[in-house]
């Protein structure tokens, strides 16, 4: 907490009325009771503690794999704000990845040992769409696994860590610096440990939300806005493994956007997939800024959306802006745009 209202308060500056709203937000929001959970898919498949979840009978085939960050249920919100249920309406079978309760491996293990062979295991090409850190991990598998992955979508995927500019990779040095000695008597990285890394990224964003919300009447938009605060806040810790690659060979080595991650003994060469790949940049987004996107410097076909890191995928909006474009384009043929 200490952390967060310095955060709130530097977005403020000296805006005394402006930091009152902030704070009756935060106040309401932590007075609103917690929102009822999603109903649980079938499992289909498992691996150690990451699983497959199916949220159709039928269909063509789609993995869709989230963040290590924070929970799944991003992308199947709340029933008419799921972009699950919409690609299972534009007929596919969304096979939502389910991370689990935290194992102690790294990035490179979460690939080789439980994504890939998840995919493998369904027995055909498939496509893959991963978003936020679910992209930079499917597009590690999609460059491994060749031929078995049929399209990439990447949303709000950072690939080029260096897009980000010099404060934001400098305040993700300071966030590691001194939550790592903590994270390792805790022999993990909670998620209350990892979140000031990213207020860092957009504290007038974390701002806004909560003034926004203090003026917010009751109703379907401020359930919708607690639903996903409840999602933004809450997550199975990272191991630290995982915490020491996001900090280290991701933001401070940008390994994947200079072509020296290395996994299972082989480079991660992104210009080397030979499947489609769709680029979704959320142009407003500052958790991953436009110039981190691998088509800034690399393949693809970048989509160009007008919103932020998580307004792309829910509310009134991303329908147009995501989701029918994204089904369009996974149900194409092969060269066909959006």
């Known amino acids: 907490m200490p952390v967060f209202l310095a955060t709130v308060a530097q977005a403020c500056g000296g805006d005394r009325a402006r930091l009152a709203r902030v704070l009756a937000g935060l106040k309401r929001y932590q007075a609103a009771p917690l929102a009822g959970p999603r109903p649980i898919h079938p499992e289909i498949a498992r691996i150690g503690n990451v699983s497959l979840r199916a949220h159709a009978d039928r ?42 309760e935290t194992e102690p491996h790294g990035l490179a293990s979460a690939v ?13 090409p498939v496509a893959l ?24 979508a990447l949303l709000a ?36 440990l990892l979140q000031p890394a990213f207020w860092a990224l957009d504290g007038d964003a974390v701002a806004a939300k909560y003034e926004s919300f203090a003026a917010l009447p009751d109703g379907p938009a401020a359930n919708a806005f607690i639903r996903l605060e409840d999602w933004s806040n809450t997550g199975q810790p990272l191991s630290l493994a995982t915490a020491h690659d996001l900090a280290e060979t991701l933001f401070r080595d940008d390994q994947p956007g200079r072509g020296t991650w290395t996994i299972a003994g082989q480079r991660i060469d992104a210009a080397a997939i030979t499947c489609p790949i769709l680029d979704v940049i959320a142009v407003r987004d500052r958790i991953v800024p436009a110039a981190a996107a691998l088509t800034t410097n690399g393949p693809g076909t970048a989509l160009r959306v007008d919103a932020g890191h998580v307004g792309m995928v829910v509310g009134r909006r991303a329908p147009a802006m995501l989701w029918h474009p994204l089904a369009q384009w996974l149900g194409a043929g092969p060269g066909s745009g959006v």
Do not use: K
Not at 114 to 123: D, K, V
Not at 129 to 152: D, K, W
Not at 164 to 176: E, L, N, Q
């Open 112 to 124: 080789t040992d439980r994504l890939m062979p998840l995919i493998a295991g369904l027995g055909e």
């Open 157 to 192: 995927t950072p690939w080029h860590f260096s897009g980000y500019d010099g404060a934001a990779r400098a305040g993700m040095s300071d966030w590691w610096q001194g939550a790592a000695p903590l994270a390792d008597s805790l022999r993990a990285m909670p998620i209350d």
């Open 59 to 100: 269909g063509q085939p789609l993995v869709i794999v989230p963040s290590l960050i924070n929970p799944a249920f991003v992308v199947d919100l709340t029933p008419g704000n799921s972009l699950l249920e919409s690609l299972a309406a534009a007929g596919f079978r969304p096979l939502l990845v389910d991370w689990g």
């Open 129 to 152: 769409a991963g978003y936020c850190l679910g992209g930079t991990l499917a597009l590690a598998a999609a460059a491994l696994l060749g031929p078995r992955v049929s399209r990439l």
